[in-house]
């Protein structure tokens, strides 16, 4: 498992040094020496993504980057992402991002689509039932900022519109009242949520990309809706039907029994809320 986070690590590198070029998957392969299907299976399986999505996705955040912070044009900044021409460039940012790329440095309000990955070596996890992780899950603190922050980046693809600075302030308040739970392995979050029993909702839950397929997701839930809201309906928000951006997060809270409910927006982006009834928890964490 460590050799092939290793050659993931490398391909992912390699894109980061030229995300100002256009790249694709058989370029990418052949700068790790791999052949394209095989890198395919590993990187998809080791980040969640195909490596044409993480590239797109890397290459518009920096263009977003430079669209609120530099007063590049507009032509010059879509030949940076990788792009043949302005209105390519355009037609996919507004497809990420909601908004034409003037708007958007109109706006100068920066947020990620996908940040650089960082992945773990060694993503090892003792076999276990969601019970048994459930039980393992703790209560975060302040001191645990950073830890936390570092899991944040890595699934900042769920959350359209996150400002970290701002992030950060609110989840300080959560911490205080208790309501931020996480779960670790090796010193490594690899789980966290943020929850509010007044209001019956998930206001943030993200899992870290090599531990989606272990139950991670299935026990912090588990733990929230037994211990903090017991008998009660459990809602949350993430992308609506058909949005580009979306790397699997409703069809993954559709998987846990959530049904789709009101369409919403959040910080000016399209959202749509998902309940969990509580007639559904008797099926939570079986696999």
Known sequence: MAGKTQNVMAAIDYIEAHLDQKLDLEQVAEAVHYSKYYLHRMFT???GLTVH???QRRQLTEAAKLLAFSRRPISEIAQLAGYASQQAFTDAFKA???KAPGQFREEEAFYPLQLAFVLQPDPALPETDTAALAERVQTARE???DRWMQLVRLVV???PGLIEEQYIDVLRDYMRAGRALWLCENQTAIGAVLFDPRQGSIDFLGVHPQYRRRGVTEALLRCVV???MPGR???ITTYRAGDRADTGYREAFLQLGFAESELLTEFGYPTQRFVLP???RGGEGDD
């Open 45 to 47: 399986a080791a980040v």
């Open 233 to 235: 309906p459990v809602s």
């Open 278 to 280: 509580a007639e559904e």
């Open 143 to 145: 001191k645990d900022i």
């Open 53 to 55: 999505d993480y590239v």
């Open 96 to 98: 990420m991002y909601k």
């Open 157 to 159: 693809d769920g959350f």
């Open 226 to 228: 037994e211990r903090y």
